[in-house]
């Protein structure tokens, strides 16, 4: 998804109190660059796996992920314009990079026989009557959405989405600008982290994005393939668009839009 249109919607809240925080938190960017530098660990996972037939788009619906398989949050089957970014709104100056610029807007990776999108946004634990109005924004805040996107391909189709998300994350290390529906963005650095497990390919790329006043926020990219199926999760944290803090992707929806996978 687009961090501007969250950013925004992060401001909206209270625009001179984030304003402040973001200028006071400028370097907790590097604090995540720190957090990420020295990490070797394998960005994907694999295994052979027999050839699978691609789902068609009423076999995805069926597969994608239900308000009944979260414990908590809601799940939106219809996206808003904001969200449902078509793949001739994204592009990259540097083509190498753009299939990370699609993962990051929910945007199917290469040509998918079928796709659908769905949509999570988790609830914030509300504050204790005597937290600083400050610290209680935030908290209201501190919550994850992502953007879900379940594609299907035929042949090895699924496998070469995987390896050229996988490549553009080598390729892209330094950072590259991408441009959504009109929104430039500048993500200045690339990591990968430890892959999630549950598929026959994994995949977690965090993108450090600039934002007002010289700071640094996260966005994160989680990708499983899973036979012919490929699911990949765009995450941000509102609260994370203000400070730059990290955030962890929420492992239990992950898990539970992999397991029906089959």
Same mark, same amino acid.
């Given at each position: 998804?687009?961090?501007?249109?969250?950013?925004?919607?992060a401001?909206a809240?209270?625009?001179a109190?984030l304003?402040l925080l973001v200028?006071a938190?400028?370097g907790?960017?590097?604090?995540?660059?720190?957090?990420?530098?020295g990490?070797?660990?394998p960005?994907s996972?694999s295994?052979?796996a027999a050839p699978?037939?691609?789902?068609t788009a009423? $076999?995805l619906?069926?597969a994608a992920?239900?308000?009944?398989?979260?414990?908590?949050?809601k799940?939106?089957?219809?996206l808003?314009?904001?969200d449902d970014?078509?793949?001739d709104?994204?592009t990259t100056?540097?083509?190498?990079?753009?299939?990370?610029?699609?993962?990051q807007? +929910?945007v199917?990776?290469g040509e998918?026989?079928?796709s659908?999108k769905?949509s999570w946004?988790g609830e914030?634990?509300?504050p204790?009557?005597?937290?600083?109005? $400050?610290?209680?924004?935030?908290?209201?805040?501190d919550?994850e959405?992502?953007?879900?996107?379940l594609?299907?391909?035929?042949?090895?189709g699924?496998e070469?989405a995987?390896?050229g998300?996988?490549?553009?994350?080598?390729k892209?290390?330094?950072?590259?600008?991408?441009?959504?529906a009109?929104?430039?963005?500048?993500v200045v650095?690339v990591a990968t982290?430890?892959?999630?497990e +549950? +598929?026959?390919?994994?995949a977690?790329i965090?993108?450090?994005v600039?934002v $007002?006043?010289g700071?640094?926020?996260p966005?994160?990219?989680?990708?499983?393939?899973?036979g012919?199926?490929?699911?990949?999760f765009?995450?941000v944290?509102?609260?994370?668009?203000?400070?730059?803090?990290?955030?962890?992707?929420?492992?239990d929806?992950?898990?539970a839009q992999?397991g029906k996978l +089959?």
């Amino acid at each position: 998804m687009r961090t501007s249109s969250v950013r925004r919607t992060a401001l909206a809240a209270s625009a001179a109190t984030l304003a402040l925080l973001v200028t006071a938190c400028g370097g907790s960017g590097d604090d995540q660059d720190k957090a990420d530098e020295g990490k070797g660990k394998p960005a994907s996972t694999s295994s052979a796996a027999a050839p699978a037939k691609a789902l068609t788009a009423a $076999e995805l619906e069926k597969a994608a992920l239900a308000q009944s398989d979260v414990k908590s949050g809601k799940v939106a089957t219809k996206l808003p314009a904001t969200d449902d970014i078509a793949r001739d709104q994204v592009t990259t100056e540097d083509a190498a990079c753009l299939p990370l610029a699609h993962a990051q807007n +929910g945007v199917a990776q290469g040509e998918p026989a079928a796709s659908v999108k769905r949509s999570w946004t988790g609830e914030p634990v509300k504050p204790s009557a005597d937290t600083k109005p $400050e610290d209680a924004l935030l908290a209201a805040l501190d919550t994850e959405k992502m953007l879900i996107n379940l594609a299907s391909y035929e042949g090895d189709g699924a496998e070469q989405a995987m390896k050229g998300l996988t490549t553009a994350a080598e390729k892209c290390a330094g950072g590259f600008k991408v441009t959504a529906a009109g929104e430039p963005m500048d993500v200045v650095k690339v990591a990968t982290t430890d892959a999630p497990e +549950g +598929g026959d390919e994994g995949a977690a790329i965090t993108l450090t994005v600039a934002v $007002e006043e010289g700071a640094k926020a996260p966005a994160k990219i989680v990708v499983v393939r899973k036979g012919a199926t490929v699911v990949t999760f765009s995450a941000v944290n509102l609260a994370s668009m203000a400070t730059g803090k990290d955030f962890e992707v929420p492992a239990d929806v992950v898990a539970a839009q992999v397991g029906k996978l +089959g």
